[in-house]
């Protein structure tokens, strides 16, 4: 039988037809919303998702489902809770999309500092008001915290620096470099940062970072550009701290986008004129959803050819694993079938397990990590296989 790949949103042809030369059977649906994957993926093997959300339904429903890739770099839009239950591998694409994103970021900051759309506004409409926007402070020499400091981050730095300006950097990661200046304290550098820009991941920790609290730790007049996600930033409190401080915003996702490509939108955003939303564009050029593409193709081969997930990101950090066993053995049949049945017998759970071939086949050595400990009653009867070389047990 053929391996079912379903593409549930855009995805450039090429890869498409790559994917159909790999012998794949590739069905390739780039119109489907949440609502429709549950049916849609219920017989397929692989999922390939950009923004569309899988939910658990559709994961429950599956029959045959095996891996979930974002073809992207986050996988919020995938219950991954849902997925873990079942065992059903998530993979995504980080890195791809950087520069893309990093792009977007720049030139939202510029938008920002020339008021870019009001300018195009007014001359759509007929208005000439070149004297209110002669009034532009300029990049040069100005202070710009980046909030986040991932793939995104770095390639914002990089471009931020070209234009003259003190780039600081906040992250839960070490801040590698020297042209960037690292901070511990919110409270300490926003309030001398002209520009701060977000490229955090949606997390527990990073929901509703930017509060009542954090605004007020900005500057008056201060921009803000969110291009990494919307439940970063209290949209209330923003429109709070608008008013207050005449801070100027620009963002590529907020609260209630719609999950369709066209269509009406509605948002209380759409009010304050200090407001510039773009349609969730971040990593939406040519360039980048090539690297995308690419990267999601090579995950699907390498799982298919040697059933290695790359970017596995709902793999577990940790097991309940106390103690190692390695095993060298004759490379035959039912040499470590007898191992595991004494393992089996003794009611202990083998949580992680690794059997590599030495060259020429004729040896192997496997690693077991087990939630207990071997008796020596039962390396004992290990020892006894004839096929076994060696045994050794340790704790960890």
């Known amino acids: 039988m053929q391996v079912k790949v379903l593409i549930a949103d855009k995805f450039p042809e090429e890869y498409v037809q790559q994917l159909k030369d790999s012998d794949l059977e590739v069905i390739y649906s780039p119109k489907l919303g949440e609502n429709d994957l549950p049916e849609a993926a219920k017989e397929v093997d692989i999922l390939v998702v950009r923004s569309t959300i899988v939910n658990a339904d559709t994961i429950n429903k599956s029959n045959e489902l095996n891996l979930i890739i974002r073809a992207g770099a986050g996988v919020n839009n995938i219950n991954i809770a849902a997925a873990n239950q079942k065992g059903i591998y998530v993979a ?7 520069i893309a994103v990093a792009e977007l970021a720049m030139g939202l900051i510029i938008s920002l500092d020339r008021r ?18 002669s009034k532009a402070e300029g990049l040069f020499g100005k202070n710009l915290a980046l909030v986040g400091f991932g793939n995104i981050g770095k390639e914002v730095a990089k471009r931020a620096i070209a234009f003259g300006m003190n780039v600081y950097a906040k992250d839960i990661t070490r801040i590698e470099g020297e042209m960037v200046k690292d901070f511990s304290e919110m409270d300490q550098v926003l ?4 520009i701060i820009s977000i490229h955090l991941p949606a997390t527990p920790q990073t929901k509703g970072l930017f509060n009542k609290q954090m605004f007020s730790y900005l500057k008056p007049g201060a ?9 970063v930033i209290d949209e209330d409190a923003l429109l709070e701290a608008i008013k207050e401080k005449n801070i100027r915003v620009a963002m590529d996702v907020f609260k209630g986008e719609p999950e369709g490509k066209t269509g009406e939108v509605k948002s209380h955003l759409q009010s304050s004129p200090n407001v510039y939303v773009t349609h969730h564009i971040g990593a939406s050029t040519e360039q980048a959803q090539k690297a995308v593409a690419e990267e999601t193709v090579r995950i699907i081969k390498s799982y298919l050819h040697s059933g290695v997930i790359a970017h596995w990101v709902n793999k577990a950090k ?7 066993l390695v095993v060298k053995h004759y490379d035959k049949p039912g040499v470590l079938a007898s191992i595991m049945d004494i393992i089996r017998k003794r009611g202990i759970n083998i949580e992680e397990i690794e059997n590599v071939i030495f060259d020429g086949g004729v040896a192997a050595c496997c690693t077991m990590k087990l939630k207990s400990q071997v ?16 045994i050794s047990h340790t704790s960890i």
């Open 116 to 133: 870019i759309p009001d300018n195009v506004a007014d001359f759509r409409n007929g208005k000439w008001n070149k004297g209110e926007y």
């Open 92 to 98: 995504n694409c980080p890195g791809m999309n950087s």
């Open 191 to 194: 309030p001398i940062c002209d």
């Open 223 to 231: 921009l803000l550009i969110n291009t990494s996600r919307p439940d």
């Open 318 to 324: 940790s097991s309940d694993a106390k103690y190692q």
């Open 375 to 390: 008796t020596t009653e039962m390396l004992s009867e290990m020892r006894a296989n004839h096929d076994v070389l060696s």
